[in-house]
């Protein structure tokens, strides 16, 4: 079972990155995926995520209007699109997936049992 994000990197702030995570060992149907991220000194933290029983979608506040979460079950894939990039969405950015049962943003981030190895974004001009 392998998860590998990529995409990734340096750019200044409100440009655009695209996250990629592929997944490998398993598929991708019925499981809930998301994006989570941490900075220096912080907690991780969910920044979006799509549930598997409905595909119902789900943005944490600063990132609404912003950042787009999208998954290709043919391919076994997930994206995060981010546009507009703030100096403060710096972080490692990790992509999850797990079996829930219910909406995805009423389980913790230790709740999601298989993740990516993270990948970096960086904003800064």
């Known amino acids: 079972v392998q998860l590998h994000a990529s995409g990734g990197g340096l750019v200044q702030p409100g440009g655009s990155l695209r996250l990629s995570c592929a997944v490998s060992?398993?598929?991708?149907?019925?499981?809930?995926v998301g994006w989570f991220r941490q900075a220096p000194g912080k907690e991780r933290e969910r920044v979006s995520c799509?549930?598997?029983?409905?595909?119902?979608?789900f943005y944490t506040d600063s990132v609404k209007g912003r950042f787009t979460i999208s998954r290709d079950n043919a391919k076994n894939m997930m994206f995060l699109q981010m546009n507009n990039l703030k100096p403060e969405d710096t972080a490692v950015y990790y992509c999850a997936a797990e079996r829930l049962a219910l909406r995805c943003n009423l389980y913790q981030y230790s709740e999601f049992g298989y993740w990516g190895q993270g990948t970096q974004v960086t904003v800064s001009s």
């Open positions: 060992g398993f598929s991708l149907i019925g499981y809930a």
């Open positions: 799509i549930s598997s029983h409905d595909g119902s979608t």
